[in-house]
């Protein structure tokens, strides 16, 4: 059992929109990532999701608002929701959902990360 | 879908060892908790349990070592591993568990809380 420190595992890497695990427990993972840009449209068919803004601020687009997150900001995105996460700056967020879930959801193309790397 | 700002939620209340509830996903809850003193020794038997310090230092003492976690550090108990928390001072925590855990796990005392609040 180590403890984990989330400001280090941030400067383990540089990628955007690739997502890594650093944690597991109940079938869920931690993950932390950073972003910048805009992603896809996507949802999720199976998983709700959470996004935590760590540093930074991102604007998480729906349909019908944008909801935009700043440092220490949270919000749980529901199964079946589409919705488009979009950095100006670097973001660097945690993610906290189900092993079975994918970044770019019910969509599969060049940006889904199908390995994630545990750091 | 409303977002959930960390700190905001963490003026709403002062007592200790007491969790909240700040969101729910994938039959997760998010909790945070201020903790001070010492808790008692517990164990879960079907819960992996994720301490997150938002603020402050909390000990996790264990049978055969003690951790010290500081803000931003996480640690992930594994369900069945005895342990006690212990903050000499006021402590912030966020906690990612399963709908089902009990704060003091396998036991059922005044410390334990059955009917957390949302807020």
Do not use: C, S
Request: charged share 25%; hydrophobic share 40%.
């Amino acid at each position: 059992m180590k403890k984990i420190n989330i400001n280090e595992k941030f400067l383990q890497f540089d990628e955007y929109w690739n997502p890594k695990i650093v944690g597991e427990l109940n079938h869920q993972h931690v993950k932390i990532a950073k972003l910048k840009g805009e992603f896809i449209w996507h949802q999720h068919i199976n998983e709700d999701e959470m996004f935590w803004v760590i540093k930074g601020q991102l604007l998480i687009e729906l349909r019908n608002e944008i909801i935009t997150l700043n440092e220490n900001e949270m919000i749980i995105i529901p199964r079946g929701v589409e919705h488009k996460p979009v950095a100006k700056e670097e973001v660097w967020v945690m993610l906290f959902e189900p092993t079975t879930t994918l970044n770019t959801g019910n969509h599969n193309n060049h940006l889904t990360q199908n390995n994630l790397e545990n750091i």
